[in-house]
Each structure stands twice: as structure tokens, then as C-alpha cells.
């Protein structure tokens, strides 16, 4: 009978420097990636665009030494920053480095936030890239997604549809207001596509950590300060669900309704693809 197929994660939720200061952000990195190791983690998540270059230099290059330290500690590592688009726009970049210290994946930020926003974060313009895909490893079939990409569910469903097992969607931070919401969308995407979803996010003050490894059957980790979150995630146990169908048997052999990807109607799903379809009329700024 062969082993279980189990993987455990780490979410590293670090106090960020921006600016100028912001190279200081790889020695806590590389740090972080060497205390999960100790835990026992095939793979890490850093915040969005940790280590950097984020707010800083361009002249910034951590991977290097990420993909370093990847191949020394036999990890995944997702990390973020940002590279050039054009002359005067950037993308806002997720990569998945390998256990060989290899970049095994990248992805571009899809959906940006409004311009408003990023000028603030990264002093910059986002520019949009593709479609979120997801990337087969030992560890399981892993999907990228960025900070409020939560927010959209169709994101996240994509994922589900082309198999994933793991979301990694980390946070830029300064949630404040939003904290509420965002908890809730992270288990919200976790049960609906039975899949685990892995968020954390830079603290660069006040403000409480939104850290959560989450299942489709409840929150296996969180944390609101700065530090690192650890889990064991059971693969068979989504592919259980997937296969199965609720029942009105008592006690409930789960904790979630199993079986939802197959109540899928596609062919009522046409609205979701109209690109005039923006929200309802006159909605705007209350």
C-alpha cells in the first residue's frame, strides 16, 4: 500500500522593509526558508512581491540566493517582486522556485488593482498578465494567484478546474477595513473548489496579519502577527471529496458537501464571459 500522499506547508508572514531598505528583506528570507526546513516543510510562501524588488531598487535581485537556498533546503519556494512590462510599467510577479534551485513557474499578476493602489505600494504602474495556470510538483498541483485576486472567484475556480490541490495567494497587506472579508473569502475559496489555500501577508505597522492555510473542512493554521504558519495538508483526503457525493447519512463523514465540481451548469454560465457586463447599472464609489 503506498504512503499517504501528505505535504506540509509554511507561510512566512514577515515585518517588511519598503524603500530603500528594502534588501534587508532577503536575510529574513533566507532565514524563514531555513526555520521551515526545521519544521518540516516541503514548501514556503512569502507575501506578495517578498523579498522584492516591491517599493525599492530594480537593482534588487534576490533569487539568486532564494533559488539557492531553495536547492540547499530541498524546498518550494513562492516568492514575489516585480519586473519590467514596458518602459513605464511593470508586472507584479509570483515565482515558484524548485527543490533543484531552479524557477520552476512564474506568474504575472492578472488582475491589478486599480492604479491607485499600486502607485502607493510600488510607486509604479501594473500592467496585467496572463491567466493563471496551474504547475505539477511533487508536492501536488499547485495554482498562483495574487493578494485581492481572492476577491474573484472565477480565479480561483480556474485553478480548481485545471486540478489544483494547493492556491498559494499572498497578500501585499494593509488590509485594515477589509480583514473581515478577506478571512472569510480565503476559507470561501477553499470550500467551494476543494482545494487548500495558502495566504500572508507583509505587516508594515499597525495592522493584524491575515495569515491562513485553509481546507475545504476548516483553518488548519493562522496567524495575525508577524512569524511563520505550518501545516500538514492531506492530498487524499481532497481527492476524497472530489469523488464523492453528499449523503444524507448521520453523523456527516465530512465537514464540507463533497462533490460540488460536478454540479457545475456551464451552459448557463455565458454572462460570466460578457465583457460588458461590469456590475449593475450606476454602480460606483458609495
Not at 531555513?34 to 516591491?54: L, M, V
Not at 516568492?79 to 520552476?104: H, I, K, Q, S, W
Not at 487524499?236 to 453523523?251: N, Q
Request: net charge negative.
Amino acid at each position: 500500500m503506498s504512503a499517504p500522499r501528505r505535504v506540509t506547508v509554511a507561510a512566512s508572514q514577515p515585518r517588511t522593509f519598503r524603500g530603500k531598505d528594502e534588501p534587508a528583506n532577503l536575510e529574513c528570507a533566507l532565514a524563514a526558508i531555513a526555520e521551515a526546513a526545521r519544521a518540516g516543510a516541503q514548501i514556503i510562501c512569502f507575501p506578495e512581491g517578498y523579498p522584492g524588488p516591491y517599493s525599492g531598487s530594480l537593482t534588487f535581485q534576490p533569487l539568486p540566493d532564494l533559488c539557492r537556498a531553495a536547492r540547499q533546503n530541498g524546498m518550494h519556494v513562492v516568492c514575489g517582486g516585480l519586473e519590467p512590462a514596458t518602459a513605464d510599467a511593470f508586472y507584479n510577479m509570483l515565482y515558484l522556485l524548485g527543490p533543484e534551485g531552479d524557477v520552476r513557474a512564474t506568474y504575472r499578476r492578472c488582475q491589478p488593482a486599480p492604479e491607485a493602489v499600486d502607485r502607493v505600494l510600488f510607486g509604479r504602474r501594473v500592467q496585467p498578465g496572463g491567466a493563471p495556470q496551474v504547475v505539477e510538483t511533487p508536492a501536488g498541483r499547485l495554482g498562483l494567484l495574487v493578494c485581492s485576486e481572492i476577491f474573484s472567484p472565477e480565479l480561483s475556480r480556474l485553478l480548481a478546474l485545471q486540478g489544483a490541490d494547493i492556491v498559494f495567494a499572498p497578500v501585499g497587506g494593509m488590509i485594515y477595513e477589509l480583514f473581515e472579508s478577506w478571512k472569510v473569502l480565503v476559507c470561501a475559496r477553499a470550500i467551494e473548489n476543494h482545494v487548500y489555500v495558502v495566504v500572508c501577508q507583509n505587516l508594515y505597522g499597525m495592522e493584524r496579519g491575515v495569515g491562513t492555510i485553509a481546507g475545504p473542512e476548516g483553518v488548519l493554521a493562522e496567524r495575525r502577527d508577524a512569524g511563520l504558519l505550518v501545516a500538514e495538508l492531506d492530498l487524499e483526503r481532497l481527492d476524497w471529496l472530489r469523488t464523492h457525493e453528499e449523503t444524507l447519512a448521520l453523523p456527516k463523514p465530512y465537514r464540507t458537501i463533497p462533490g460540488l465540481l460536478a454540479w457545475r451548469r456551464p451552459e448557463v454560465y455565458g454572462p460570466l464571459a460578457e465583457t460588458d457586463r461590469a456590475g449593475p447599472p450606476g454602480a460606483g464609489d458609495p
